[in-house]
């Protein structure tokens, strides 16, 4: 079964736009992780926020953890063809032990040149 | 540093053929996870190991899906015999899970195995 999921399932914007893609997620939970992967490719890690945090940045992306609300945000500033990807946010849920990581059905994510 | 290593990338084999799996994780890495993603679709937990314990086997079809982690490090998933909704990648990970307090940091994640089967 899948805890998160992703809003929108698939997002197309010109490049410099900025994307936004939203988590929703069930259970609580230890942290919320956001990863990307290209096509045909494995996962590749974008992000870590922890529950008790509420925002955190690393260069173009911020990401925002509402744990009341039981969702999340990814935020891509001044896209580029080069983001295009699909994204995944991940799960690590309080009820269980912390290294049980759980992942959403992902938005695909296309940058028009 | 290596990353996590999988084999084959692709497989195709006919229907109630097996197949087998291999993954070798980060050096020193202590958890393990084979995840299963099909097309379009986020990846689905299938087997967890902690060292060379397997702490959630759950959504593992245990009927015809096996894995093991011998001496904690490489790992096998094997499934026999192969159906034809079977088709998927094969997603190995690996992460360093400290404590169970301080939670797990992020997961690294081999190229995939895809399978197809006909």
């Known amino acids: 079964s899948q805890q998160g999921e992703e809003d929108p399932q698939a997002l197309s914007i010109q490049e410099g736009e900025n994307a936004t893609m939203n988590c929703s997620y069930k259970?609580?939970?230890?942290?919320l992780q956001w990863y990307r992967q290209n096509s045909g490719r494995g996962l590749v890690h974008l992000i870590l926020i922890r529950s008790n945090e509420r925002e955190k940045h690393s260069g173009r992306l911020r990401v925002t953890l509402d744990t009341s609300k039981k969702s999340s945000s990814l935020l891509i500033t001044a896209s580029r063809a080069a983001d295009t990807a699909s994204y995944f946010c991940a799960t690590a849920p309080g009820y269980s032990s912390a290294s049980k990581i759980i992942f959403g059905s992902g938005t695909r994510l296309s940058i028009r040149p | 540093e290596a990353g996590v290593v999988q084999s084959p990338r692709y497989k195709i084999i006919e229907k109630k053929q097996p197949v087998a799996f291999w993954c070798n994780p980060i050096s020193g890495h202590n958890t393990l996870y084979w995840y299963r993603q099909n097309l379009g679709q986020g990846p689905e937990l299938l087997i967890r190991?902690?060292?060379?314990?397997?702490?959630?086997d759950s959504q593992l079809p245990k009927d015809r899906f096996s894995a093991e982690r011998l001496k904690g490090v490489d790992s096998t998933l094997k499934i026999q015999p192969a159906e034809l909704g079977d088709s998927a990648v094969y997603l190995c990970a690996s992460s360093f899970t400290p404590t169970v307090s301080l939670g797990s940091g992020e997961l690294f994640f081999g190229e995939g195995s895809r399978l197809t089967v006909l």
């Open positions: 190991y902690e060292n060379e314990e397997a702490v959630d």
């Open positions: 259970t609580s939970i230890n942290n």
